[in-house]
């Protein structure tokens, strides 16, 4: 990696993950160092506590719980902190983007955490064929042992590159046991282990931001965003634009003006929000501030940070249904409402895109739905659930075409959402 | 009060919970159990736990719920 040709050192109070020096030399000169603790371990880690407790930081990678009182439980010791840069939605970059142009931010999220916890060893997990990543974060870390930068052990690992491996219970999983499959957690609150260790699952924004935080204060951190939901924000825009990539946004920015800086190259009719499982939203709500207390009113949420923005002319119903499908291939294949009902959405969708539905197909759609959520050991067929009902509503034009017998038009063209082929985990 | 919880990682579908428990356990169109949230009437707990001690994969949990909320 070379150093990025970066903007002159900022002034605390301008907060931002995005932009400063890929090396450690230059992030230490623009960031300043790393307020790790010198000799009162526990009054530090107080004081990183209530840090993060001030800012208001909730997690980045979907579930959105706050940061503070997932580091509060883990305080009582010896776990291992895990840095989540799966980032298995194929429309997300943001977590590639930090992790190869700002990876020292990242890591010493990890290894702050790390020493609040007394952590053992930091694992930064990314997956099998993300070499590109990989490198960039065996370089910053050997830059980081070369100058004794990190006071708990870092190293990269290389999980199967498979949708739900990023899952945290499936990421735990594998790094205990070799295989990358979520578990069956009726109590959320009973910790993640590794052997006996408990893993500290972060997602690789989230510890950015606790890398900025812990040096420039909660109080720089909530000078972005709105009050209900501080700081900034990565999205990764696609779809109908002419600049898709990832954007730093304040958290609770209109949804229009995020989709605005990618250039849209025609009419939006429709944005796909916080990943593919995420939530359809039509233009009657582009202007809802990107904030999951916000988006929540629409059934919405932030997601892992992902908006899809799709052109009017295209059918959101033969996107859906494509994307369905896709999903429907990315289970862990553990569960059988998920393995069965997903295919099984996917087909009915597809079904109603052709234009050729049964008499039962709308009712038979609804009650799949019903049915499915809920009731996996993740979360991944409640993510397309819910995706799919939103769809229903919001493209109900599309919908009470095609089922008066209009096919898709589009149905054989290329889909608007990129769909990667199965990598074969 | 009793909760029934299922694994839905373990379960394979036999189906034996929806005939022990119809009053609390129906089954998809697959053949895998949905339980109605409703809270198990004293009367049922015996059936429940003749449930959970003959699924052939021991996916079914019983669970004091606290606060019954």
């Known amino acids: 990696m070379t150093p990025s040709a970066c903007a002159p050192p900022k002034e605390t109070s301008h907060y931002q993950l995005l932009g400063h020096p890929t090396d450690l030399a230059g992030h230490l000169r623009t960031l300043g160092p790393l307020p790790l603790p010198a000799t009162d371990g526990r009054a530090w880690g107080d004081w990183l506590l209530r840090a993060l407790q001030a800012s208001g930081l909730s997690g980045r990678g979907g579930a959105g719980f706050p940061t503070s009182v997932k580091l509060d439980l883990a305080r009582a010791g010896g776990g291992i902190v895990v840095v989540n840069g799966m980032e298995s939605e194929p429309a997300s970059h943001k977590d590639t983007v930090l992790l190869t142009t700002v990876p020292h931010l990242v890591l010493d999220g990890a290894q702050l955490m790390a020493a609040a916890c007394g952590a053992s060893e930091v694992l930064v997990c990314v997956p099998a064929g993300r070499d590109r990543v990989a490198d960039a974060l065996s370089l910053a870390i050997a830059e980081r042992r070369a100058q004794s930068h990190a006071a708990t052990p870092e190293v990269v690992v290389r999980p199967p590159a498979r949708f739900v491996a990023g899952e945290e219970s499936a990421l735990a999983r594998w790094i205990a046991t070799g295989l990358s499959l979520p578990s069956f957690r009726p109590d959320k609150g009973v910790p993640l282990r590794i052997g006996r260790r408990r893993a500290l699952v972060?997602?690789?924004?989230?510890?950015?931001?606790?890398?900025?935080?812990?040096?420039?204060?909660?109080?720089?951190?909530?000078?972005?965003?709105?009050?209900?939901?501080?700081?900034?924000?990565?999205?990764?825009?696609?779809?109908?634009?002419?600049?898709?990539?990832?954007?730093?946004?304040?958290?609770?920015?209109?949804?229009?003006?995020?989709?605005?800086?990618?250039?849209?190259?025609?009419?939006?009719?429709?944005?796909?929000?916080?990943?593919?499982?995420?939530?359809?939203?039509?233009?009657?709500?582009?202007?809802?501030?990107?904030?999951?207390?916000?988006?929540?009113?629409?059934?919405?949420s932030a997601g892992v940070g992902v908006i899809v923005a799709l052109g009017a002319a295209a059918c959101g119903i033969a996107e859906s249904a494509r994307l369905a499908h896709y999903m429907a291939g990315q289970g862990a294949g553990q569960c059988g409402p998920c393995v069965h009902g997903l295919p099984a959405i996917a087909t009915d969708l597809t079904r109603l895109a052709q234009g050729r539905p049964d008499p039962e197909l709308t009712e038979r759609l609804l009650r799949r739905l019903t049915q499915v959520e809920g009731r996996g050991a993740c979360r991944h067929p409640d993510g397309v659930v819910g995706m799919v009902r939103s769809a229903l509503r919001v493209f109900a034009a599309d919908v009470s075409a095609h089922q008066r017998g209009a096919p898709c038009p589009q149905w054989n063209d290329a889909p608007q959402l990129y769909l990667p082929r199965d990598t074969g985990g | 009060?009793?909760?029934?919880?299922?694994?839905?990682?373990?379960?394979?579908?036999?189906?034996?919970c929806a005939e022990l428990l119809p009053e609390a356990i129906s089954l998809d169109e697959w053949g895998y159990p949905i339980v109605n949230g409703a809270p198990l009437p004293p009367g049922l707990v015996a059936a429940a736990k003749r449930a959970a001690r003959d699924c052939p994969r021991r996916a079914i949990t019983l669970r004091e719920k606290k606060g019954g909320s």
């Open chain 2, 1 to 16: 009060m009793i909760r029934i919880t299922i694994d839905p990682v373990a379960c394979d579908a036999y189906g034996y």
């Open chain 1, 202 to 300: 972060h997602n690789a924004e989230t510890l950015a931001h606790v890398g900025l935080i812990a040096r420039h204060g909660p109080d720089a951190f909530r000078s972005r965003g709105i009050p209900e939901e501080p700081g900034t924000t990565l999205v990764t825009v696609s779809g109908a634009v002419a600049l898709p990539g990832v954007v730093e946004v304040d958290r609770g920015t209109p949804l229009q003006d995020i989709v605005a800086r990618s250039a849209p190259v025609d009419t939006i009719g429709a944005m796909l929000v916080g990943g593919y499982g995420g939530t359809w939203v039509g233009p009657p709500d582009f202007e809802m501030p990107y904030a999951s207390i916000s988006l929540r009113t629409i059934g919405a």
